[in-house]
């Protein structure tokens, strides 16, 4: 048999000329330019407003920005955040294990916990836990619908305090709940499957497995939830504690200074947010690693 001999056809010169006279034109968006110029002459607006508007009083703000009693009101509203936070995320972590269990039963009582704690507002639940003592002057301890052991008046056991902590901690429960149930959802079933196949017991499964990769689903939403209850803490000022906002109306009732008392809330909570969401920013980086 002879040979078969196949002609590729090369570019003629006449092609190769028209393509070198094309020429690149970088593309062009004239909406974008016009939408930060927008930006920008707002932005300096409001940077002028801030500079020369008298009104919002920047002496009383910088005299009261690091005050003692500021400071101290700071710390106040920093444990309330840390006590709910370790607390709620705890509790939201035992009622997201009963709400993927197998059982009926605790799948009926987490649902229902989380449905009750969602649907009643945090400062109605505040107060009702600051004035718990009114339903309910003493708690007793004993037999059920039997003998009383001992009593405990209640108002010794909850303070201002405690009653802000309980609420914020229970609140918070509800929604860590549905956050670290989601997370867990959203790791792949094949590889636990692949686990078991291995024999590797399931608390280690989800711990080294489960976990682990569930936490990039998990810290994005907790951490928003960490930001808004630091920004939730003020609600506790319905019970005169005294944290931020509080010792900032405090403040503004006495020298009627009201825009730079607020300032200074809203400075510090901005600061207090930008480290939260930095931390954020490290943490997600670090439980990234392999997905990128």
Known sequence: MGRVT????????????????LRVVPARYPL????????????????????????????????FFASGAVVTALGVTLQLTLYATVLGFAVGAVLALMRLSHSRF?????????????????????IFWF????????????????PVLFTVPTQDLFSPLGAAVIGLTLHQAAYSAEIIRSGVLAV??????AAAALGIPRARQFRRIVLPQAMRSILPNAANEVIGLLKGTSIVSV????E???QVQVIYGRNARVVALLMVATVWYVVLTSVLSLVQHYVERRYARGSR
Not at 133 to 142: A, N
Not at 188 to 193: K, T
């Open 6 to 21: 196949l002609s590729v056809p090369r570019p003629t010169a006449s092609a190769s000329d028209d393509t070198a006279d």
């Open 32 to 63: 974008r330019w016009a939408g930060i110029a927008v930006v920008l002459v707002l932005l300096a607006q409001f940077v002028h407003g801030l500079a020369t508007n008298p009104g919002w009083d920047w002496p009383t703000f910088a005299a």
């Open 106 to 126: 605790l799948r009926t009582v987490a649902w229902g916990y989380v449905w009750a704690f969602r649907s009643i507002p945090l400062i109605v639940q505040i």
């Open 131 to 146: 004035n718990v003592s009114y339903l309910y002057p003493k708690l007793g301890f004993g037999i059920p619908f039997g």
């Open 188 to 193: 792949d079933s094949g590889q636990l499957q």
């Open 239 to 242: 019970v005169a504690i005294n």
């Open 244 to 246: 931020l906002f509080y």
